[in-house]
């Protein structure tokens, strides 16, 4: 079975850039079929998609992120990455990474980081 | 971007009664390839979301025959036929038609 664990800083402080890691095991990235893939969820609120990367470094991203945003992949560590520069407050959430199947669906989670942001 | 619209945002419900969520999004789901992308997340306290439900009404690995699934167009439900304990939570519907959007969570709890 798919497992996904994130990992990364737990505090990050304003404007800097906030940087996390997922590692996927029980599965290799660079198989194919599949969107590897980072959502937020902000304090008591619901799910934001921030983004995703293809294993082949093909990526997409929420246009409301966009400018901030950067994924990249590393086949060779079966992980796959997040970046988002110029954090404020208002990026305080837990940060889940996700696996998209073939059926666009988001069928494997990690259990999530929290990140604050604060100084 | 597509917005989802869930309703009610919170069902209070008696152990083993039924129990009904609606979505509905701002525009049709049908994707250009003929599928609609909709799916069904639960997420209990303290954990991560969970699949449950996609493209309308397959059922995900391991989820109980309980859930189904239903709907076309902009307008899908979610039934669980009867509530255990182990239901509570937070559910999601999602749409991946277009970039992945998300309804704002519909609380279930017993009363």
């Known amino acids: 079975q798919v497992q996904l664990q994130e990992s990364g800083p737990g505090l990050v402080k304003p404007s800097q850039t906030l940087s996390l890691t997922c590692t996927v095991s029980g599965g290799s990235i660079s198989s194919g079929g599949y969107y590897w893939s980072w959502i937020r969820q902000h304090p008591g609120k619901g799910l934001e998609w921030i983004g995703y990367?293809?294993?082949?470094?093909?990526?997409y991203y929420n246009p409301s992120l966009k400018s901030r945003v950067t994924i990249s992949v590393d086949t060779s560590k079966n992980q796959f990455s997040l970046k988002l520069s110029s954090v404020t407050a208002a990026d305080t959430a837990v940060y889940y990474c996700?696996?998209?199947?073939?059926?666009?669906?988001?069928?494997?989670w990690g259990q999530g980081t929290l990140v604050t942001v604060s100084s | 971007d597509i917005v989802m619209t869930q309703t009610p945002l919170s069902s209070p419900v008696t152990l083993g009664q039924p129990a009904s969520i609606s979505c509905r999004s701002s525009q049709s789901l049908v994707h250009s390839d003929g599928n609609t992308y909709l799916s069904w997340l639960q997420q209990r306290p303290g954990q991560p979301p969970r699949l449950l439900i996609y493209k309308i009404s397959n059922r995900f690995s391991g989820v109980p025959d309980r859930f189904s699934g239903s709907g076309a167009g902009t307008d899908f439900t979610l039934k669980i036929s009867r509530v255990e304990a182990e239901d509570v939570g937070v559910y999601y519907c999602?749409?991946?038609?277009?970039?992945?959007?998300f309804g704002q969570g519909t609380k279930v709890e017993i009363k």
């Open positions: 999602m749409q991946a038609t277009q970039i992945p959007t």
């Open positions: 996700a696996r998209l199947g073939p059926e666009l669906d988001f069928d494997y």
């Open positions: 990367i293809y294993y082949s470094g093909s990526t």
